[in-house]
Every structure is written in C-alpha cells, then in structure tokens.
C-alpha cells in the first residue's frame, strides 16, 4: 500500500530527526557494517589469490621431478580458486548492499534485493513494453 503525500513527508521527518539525534543507529539500520565487512572479506580474498598464485609458481619453479612441490602448486591453484569466488560473492553483496543503500525507494529484503511487491525486473520490462506497444497502436 502506498503512502500518501502527508504520510511520506512525515516520514521524511521522523527520518531526518532520527539521523540528527542518533546517527550511529541510522548508519547501523543501513547496513554499512555488513557492507564493510564483505568489501574487507573482498579484499582480503584478493590478497589470498595472490599468495595462491606465488603458491603456484613457486611449486612450478621448485618443481624438478619431486611430488612435494607439485602439491605446493595443486595447493597455490586451489586458494586461488577459492579465493576468487569469495572475492566475487562478496563483491555481489557490496554492489547490492551499495544499491540499496543508494535508492531510498527500494526495500530492503532479507533474501534478496527483489522488493516484497512481487514486482521484478522481468515484469518491470514486460510492463514497459506493454506501454510502448499500446502507445504505438
């Protein structure tokens, strides 16, 4: 259900009310504590593929027919595996949490970032096109 134009101006400022007399609550309600936290575990990952990657070569390098150094370079490969998809899942959610935080119309949801309307992107696009083939016709 929508707000009226009275509801969301009140809204507005119980809001900014709130922001003024508690800012340490208002940055905790938007989540740039968990943002912060998967842009640190982002960066970190980053550093682990590159200690996965001198792993690697250094197991290569080492390499002359022993099967210790090989598994130094199996081990190099695998936390640069690892660490790439924590890099990339962690990335996902500070660009969500981040597109989130950056549009106050949306709502933030618990399982996603689709809003609890049901309304998604697909049919977002299908209502746009309906609009544009009954305006062409």
Known sequence: MALSNEEQ?????????????????VNAMRGTGTRRVHRRRAALAGVAFFGGLVLLVAGLYLATGTRG??????????????????????????????????????????GGSRPPSGQGFMDKMEERWRKRRDEGM
């Open 9 to 25: 101006r009140l809204l507005e400022q119980m809001e900014a009310a709130l922001a003024a007399e508690d800012p340490k609550l």
């Open 69 to 110: 150094y090989i598994a130094l370079s199996v081990l190099g490969f695998l936390v640069m595996v690892a660490a790439a998809v924590i890099a990339i899942l962690s990335w996902q959610h500070v660009g969500s949490a981040a597109d989130m935080s950056d549009r106050p119309d949306r709502v933030k949801t618990p």
